[in-house]
């Protein structure tokens, strides 16, 4: 086995010639560096997704009152909504049109009525007077 690493470091070396052997060696190395470690990725992963489950559920609240409102206000304004029998209602207590034009009919016999009383009164004055 040595003398087969021997014979792979000899074909190396002729092919390659040393220095550049060593430039992309560096370059390896400085490449290998600069690289992030997956735990560093893994723990910007996780509170990024910290973050994101912290921002849904203070919108998710935020929705969920935004909607609590809106049904208290639907059942506030159908609360105030008349329904038939509140209608029913308002209209038996209303005075009929027929009704009121018997009643002023009525008012106008005795408009009159009091009229000639008074025209009579008058008269029986007037020949008191004589």
């Known amino acids: ?10 074909n190396i070396a002729e092919k390659a010639p040393a220095v550049e052997l060593l430039e992309t060696k560096t370059g390896f ?3 290998l560096e600069s690289k992030v470690e997956l735990d560093e990725v893994q723990n910007a992963l996780t509170e990024c997704q910290k973050d994101i489950v912290q921002q849904l559920d203070e919108f998710k609240q935020v929705i969920q009152k935004e909607i609590g409102q809106s049904q208290n206000d639907t059942f506030k304004a159908i609360d105030r909504k008349a329904d038939a029998m509140d209608v029913q209602q308002q209209l038996d207590s ?6 009121v034009d018997v009643n002023f009919a009525e008012r106008d016999q005795v408009d009159e009525l009091v009229n000639n009383v008074t025209s009579l009164i008058e008269q029986m004055d007037h020949k008191c007077d004589l």
Do not use: I
């Open 29 to 31: 190395v400085g490449q």
């Open 1 to 10: 086995m040595l003398k087969e690493l021997e014979l792979m470091r000899r």
């Open 94 to 99: 209303k005075a009929d049109t027929k009704a």
